[in-house]
């Protein structure tokens, strides 16, 4: 098993900056890409960003040029860097890890899910 726990959520103005962090534990040996998520009320979720092993990357075209996945395998630990924030992304992210060997923006794809960490976005 996996265990995903985020952090790094909260408030902020339109145009600002977050960074949204992951932590990793359990069989993690397992995993081969991990990504991020949201899902704002009334919505389906959303695939923002993965990453796998080697540091290969994939973006939804909306956050492309100012979002930023990235991970330190030294303490098992997935970042997400967030500039130029839009009301519009508030919403509920959630962090998220897979077995298959290919990248992946669907949500069926990843079997491991965190609790999610709340951002919103004030206009």
């Known amino acids: 098993q996996v265990q995903l726990v985020e952090s790094g959520g909260g408030s902020v103005q339109s145009g600002g900056s977050l960074r949204l962090s992951c932590a990793a534990s359990g069989y993690t040996y397992s995993t081969y890409c991990m990504g991020w998520f949201r899902q704002a009320p009334g919505k389906e979720r959303e695939g923002v960003a993965t990453?796998?092993?080697?540091?290969?990357?994939i973006y939804a075209d909306s956050v492309k040029g100012r979002f930023t996945i990235s991970q330190d395998n030294a303490k098992n630990t997935l970042y997400l860097e967030m500039n130029s924030l839009k009301p519009e992304e508030t919403a509920m992210y959630y962090c998220?890890?897979?077995?298959?060997?290919?990248?992946?923006?669907?949500?069926?794809?990843?079997?491991?899910w965190g609790q999610g960490t709340q951002v919103t976005v004030s206009s």
């Open positions: 998220a890890a897979g077995v298959k060997y290919s990248l992946s923006l669907r949500h069926a794809d990843f079997g491991y």
């Open positions: 990453i796998d092993r080697y540091g290969r990357t």
